[in-house]
């Protein structure tokens, strides 16, 4: 089975700093990769998704970009930060239709 | 029209009732259906999967499917206060490689 790594648990960024966010997967090969966000108290919205190494998706036109340097990891980064990307970030990765999640990342920008 | 509609709840039943969580999707092509479990603070966790109309049961979880009315369910029996939890319902785009989620379904358990 598959396993999903992300760190850090927790951050606090002040606004206009940079953010690195880091997703590795365990237990399988050429998974499909997503990046979602989670505002408090508001459903999922995917952010990116990657099918393969250097290809990504873009849903959601804003200042966050991601990589996919190698097949099992997925980074999502951006240059400054703003008060609205705080929020639960959460990978997931999918080898076939079954899509599982990564603990995730709590972002509080202040 | 959304494209996966749930009611958000809360949907309150007593210990050991049966809870029954609801789900309506738009496109009539989609073909595998997902029910995911929320804890607060916690990310979600994938607790059952459906392809083929009719019911699939895991422990005290079923989830039923409905091709043609375009409406996937999830009852848990004998619920109790650990199921309390929001109830996120997924469909996958075979022609985008992304699942399509619900807003979730909060789910309380009254001891």
């Known amino acids: 089975s598959q396993t999903i790594h992300q760190w850090p648990a927790t951050l606090v960024q002040p606004v206009g700093s940079p953010l690195s966010l880091e997703c590795t997967v365990e237990?399988?090969?050429?998974?499909?990769l997503y990046w979602y966000r989670q505002a408090a108290g508001r459903g999922l919205q995917l952010l990116f998704y990657?099918?393969?190494?250097?290809?990504i998706s873009s849903e959601v036109p804003q200042n966050l970009s991601a990589s996919r340097p190698q097949d099992r990891q997925f980074i999502l980064s951006s240059k400054k930060l703003l008060l609205s990307d705080s929020g639960f970030y959460l990978c997931?990765?999918?080898?076939?239709?079954?899509?599982?999640f990564g603990p995730g990342t709590r972002l509080t920008v202040t | 029209q959304k494209e996966v509609e749930q009611n958000s709840g809360p949907l309150s039943v007593p210990e050991g009732a049966i809870a029954s969580l609801n789900c309506t999707y738009s496109?009539?092509?989609?073909?595998?259906f997902f029910w995911y479990r929320q804890y607060s603070g916690k990310s979600p966790e994938l607790i059952m999967f459906?392809?083929?109309?009719g019911d699939k049961e895991d422990g005290r979880f079923t989830a039923q499917l409905n091709k043609a009315s375009q409406y996937v369910s999830l009852l848990i029996r004998d619920s109790q206060p650990s199921d309390s939890a929001t109830y996120l319902c997924?469909?996958?785009?075979?022609?985008?490689?992304?699942?399509?989620f619900g807003s979730g379904t909060r789910l309380l358990v009254r001891p």
């Open positions: 997931a990765a999918a080898s076939s239709y079954e899509q599982y």
């Open positions: 237990g399988t090969s050429n998974p499909n």
């Open positions: 990657s099918v393969g190494i250097g290809q």
């Open positions: 496109d009539r092509g989609s073909q595998s």
């Open positions: 459906i392809y083929s109309n």
């Open positions: 997924a469909v996958w785009m075979d022609s985008s490689y992304k699942l399509i």
